[in-house]
């Protein structure tokens, strides 16, 4: 059971006052007037005249029916409060405007929101945020629909660019499930681009090709052997096509040569700030590797985290699991910084056909998936990390993949019944035999989804699964159920991380263009305020800072989201003009980080 009750915060960040202009927004901000009388305890930030949901009441039931603390009566929802006082980066006071005018200094600064919803801190608990701040590097093939669109664009970005001959390039981002049965070959970008070695890495990291140039420096000839838990394609010679899938990517990441310190902290910044200006306060990066890992410590020292990131230490990467089995869990100081969960890798995709199954996939006969030590597993160690008191985030996508990691909980609480607290994940928990929910329940495991997942994968789910076992997949309705906290992110690059996707995701479990009618499997939608639970007081908990943040109340910090819309209202009205909401403000420890 998902425990929501708040104590107030004792971490406080010093505020530094900034007075920030406006262009081309109806949000308005002054200061208090300076002949004004010093109220006994002043603010630094006032947010009037908006509609705050504040989040601080019980969660609601199983089916989504608001508890009775909810400002929900009549089947309408209303906000609990219009104005918020902000001091040294907590909140102070919450209320109506003319309440928290009693806190108005002269140095306070105070905005009018303008009838703008004001929400607790919306985070995103599964990203790759090196990935998000190498777009502003690499080439973006999202959304390509074409082999030949993909190598253009390539092709562009050298002569843009002008790159020198002999230097890598990246690209990311095209779209392996959709292409599972037709990815390319080396032929037509080793001819466009003979000269620079190329990856062309897919959207969710479980499929790429690249050129000549490329395959030569990853080792991939025709003698050489698929790695565990990958396989290198072949044409029917046996010759390398240039694509692999699953682990047969790393061959090609592992080719690209590393980056330097001061470009790591330059991609990691450029993400969190793309994160921000989204509107989210915090992040969870999902397998952050040994030099990933030194450049977050690095930008923790000097200050220069714009937001929060709770770094999931990589799985796959024994070295640094050795270091910190030996420092043990860590909240750096200022609470910008959390290291105290292990990322662990099960399986693979369900569009690439990686996601390990219990049956064979209905689209590809005698093939079960890949899992475990031969996907880059490692027990032992991950076993270490969890009982040394690691929270373990083992991405788990297919329903055999699911049930060998629950199983794997269920053998290590054995040893040491504690470890059972530590608030442990299965990342994706995509698709559940029905025995098993029950399982994720007793052994208290957060299922960490991501609504975005549904509006994309189902044009192909049924072909990999079938229709009965696709009735489980994305069960998110079955988990609240069983009483198993769900926590929302998007899995960033792979999927639009807008907020206002993900909510439409989750509440209408249609695409963009409001496809299905009624939704895909209808019976697993969430309400909207399950949903704006799932990016805020739940994602708190499971970076266990629920007593901090996740909600707005007196005491705790100050991470706050300005939205253009009241998401209760619209999803009353009509739940597909979430997909026109804006992000207008993102206040994190009290600092205005973002502003429209």
């Known amino acids: 059971m998902l425990n929501t009750q708040r104590t107030p915060a004792r971490c406080k960040f010093l505020f530094v006052a900034c007075i920030l202009m406006l262009a081309g927004c109806s949000q308005q901000s002054s200061t208090a007037p300076s002949g004004a009388t010093e109220p006994a305890l002043s603010a630094d930030l006032i947010l009037e005249n ?6 601080s009441w019980p969660e609601p039931s199983a089916e989504g029916v608001p508890a009775a603390g909810a400002p929900f009566v009549d089947g309408l929802w209303s906000p609990d ?8 980066g907590v909140i ?26 004001i929400m607790p801190g919306f985070v995103d608990t599964h990203t790759h945020i090196e990935e998000l701040g190498a777009t502003l590097d690499d080439v973006d093939l999202k959304g390509v629909q074409t082999e030949q669109e993909a190598v253009e664009r390539v092709v562009r970005h050298i002569a843009t660019n002008a790159v020198p001959a002999g230097q890598w390039i990246v690209a990311r981002g095209w779209d392996e499930g959709q292409w599972a049965d037709r990815f390319p070959t080396h032929a037509l970008l080793s001819a466009s681009v003979p000269n620079n070695p190329v990856l062309m890495d897919g959207m969710n990291g479980f499929g790429a090709w690249g050129n000549q140039l490329a395959m030569a420096a990853a080792g991939i000839t025709a003698d050489a052997q698929d790695p565990v838990g990958g396989e290198i394609i072949r044409d029917a010679s046996g010759a390398p096509t240039g694509a692999v899938r699953n682990r047969g990517v790393a061959l090609y990441r592992e080719a690209v040569p590393p980056l330097s310190m001061e470009r790591l902290e330059n991609r990691l910044v450029n993400g969190l700030r793309i994160m921000q200006d989204s509107g989210f306060t915090a992040v969870h990066h999902a397998g952050v590797n040994t030099d990933l890992m030194a450049a977050y410590e690095s930008l923790a020292a000097k200050d ?7 770094a999931m230490i990589s799985g796959r990467d024994k070295a640094l699991m050795s270091q910190w089995i030996s420092r043990g869990p860590t909240r750096f100081a200022g609470d910008k910084l959390f290291v105290q969960s292990v990322k662990g890798y099960y399986d693979g995709s369900l569009g690439a056909r990686g996601a390990k199954l219990l049956a064979q996939y209905s689209d590809r006969p005698g093939h079960f998936g890949v899992s475990g030590e031969e996907y880059g597993f490692f027990t032992d160690e991950i076993s270490a990390m969890l009982l040394t ?14 049930r060998e990691v629950l199983h794997f909980f269920r053998d290590n609480f054995a040893i040491n019944p504690e470890m ?17 929910f029950a399982l994720y329940d007793e052994l208290d495991i957060i299922a960490a989804v991501q609504p975005p997942f549904v509006a994309e994968d189902k044009v192909w ?3 990999r699964i079938g229709m009965e076992r696709a009735a489980g997949a994305y069960a998110w309705r079955t988990f609240r159920r069983h009483d198993v906290p769900l926590v929302f992110g998007s899995d960033l690059m792979g999927y639009d991380w807008s907020i206002f996707y993900g909510l439409h995701s989750a509440i209408t479990r249609q695409s963009t263009d409001s496809q299905p009618p009624g939704g895909w499997f209808p019976d697993e939608k969430l309400t909207a305020e399950e949903t704006i639970r799932g990016y805020t007081v739940n994602a708190s908990y499971a970076n266990f800072t629920e007593n901090e943040t996740g909600m707005l109340k007196e005491g705790m910090w100050a991470d706050i989201t300005v939205l253009d819309q009241d998401v209760f209202a619209t999803v009353a009205q009509d739940p597909a003009h979430l997909l026109d909401g804006r992000v207008l403000m993102t206040i994190v420890a009290g600092d205005v980080v973002f502003r429209q």
């Open 81 to 88: 409060a219009q104005a918020i006082a902000i001091k040294d």
């Open 50 to 55: 908006g509609r705050l949901y504040s989040m």
């Open 420 to 436: 059972k607290e530590l608030r442990h994940r299965i990342e994706h928990a995509q698709v559940v035999h029905p025995d098993d």
């Open 92 to 117: 102070l006071a919450l209320g109506s405007t003319s309440e928290m005018s009693a806190f108005k200094g002269s140095a306070t600064e105070v905005i009018d929101v303008n009838g703008a919803s």
């Open 304 to 310: 220069m985290l714009p937001i929060r990131v709770n």
């Open 389 to 402: 008191g690691f929270q373990v985030n083992i991405h788990a996508i297919g329903d055999g993949g699911n």
């Open 461 to 463: 789910t049924v072909d």
